[in-house]
């Protein structure tokens, strides 16, 4: 790998770490409380974990040039990869259990735009 490419991934990870704390502050100011950031587990990557009163929600981040392209970025092999991570944390964490499920997406839409569409998807038991 090239020292562009390797700065250009930095920006790239930088720069979504800094949409996903724009995305969770965003949250957070709707009522929503954090549990985890980036959380991971053999099956992936959950951006966000938080809950919306009964809801146990997985939060994916998007930082795109619009809405539309942020929502189509989150592809069925990506919701199921987030389903499954979710599905270990709950195996995990007995006292979630009996929480309600919701798979949410933030868009990030520069300079600083942030629409939150929940219930983003349906889980696929």
């Given at each position: 790998?090239?020292?562009?490419?390797?700065?250009?991934?930095?920006?790239?990870?930088?720069?979504?770490?800094?949409?996903?704390?724009?995305?969770?502050?965003?949250?957070?100011?709707?009522?929503?409380?954090?549990?985890?950031?980036?959380?991971?587990?053999?099956?992936?990557?959950?951006?966000?974990?938080?809950?919306?009163g009964e809801?146990?929600?997985?939060?994916?981040?998007?930082?795109?040039?619009?809405?539309?392209?942020?929502?189509?970025?989150?592809?069925?092999?990506?919701?199921?990869?987030?389903?499954?991570?979710?599905?270990?944390?709950?195996?995990?964490?007995?006292?979630?259990?009996?929480?309600?499920?919701?798979?949410?997406?933030?868009?990030?839409?520069?300079?600083?735009?942030?629409?939150?569409?929940?219930?983003?998807?349906?889980?696929?038991?």
């Amino acid at each position: 790998m090239t020292s562009d490419q390797t700065a250009k991934r930095r920006a790239a990870y930088e720069s979504g770490l800094v949409a996903e704390k724009a995305a969770a502050a965003y949250l957070q100011g709707k009522g929503f409380t954090l549990i985890a950031e980036r959380y991971k587990n053999a099956y992936g990557e959950i951006d966000l974990l938080m809950r919306d009163g009964e809801y146990l929600v997985a939060v994916e981040v998007k930082k795109r040039a619009d809405m539309q392209s942020a929502l189509e970025s989150v592809r069925p092999k990506a919701q199921k990869r987030i389903q499954n991570a979710l599905m270990m944390y709950i195996a995990n964490n007995p006292h979630e259990r009996d929480s309600a499920l919701r798979f949410d997406v933030v868009a990030i839409v520069p300079p600083c735009q942030i629409h939150h569409l929940d219930n983003a998807w349906q889980a696929q038991l």
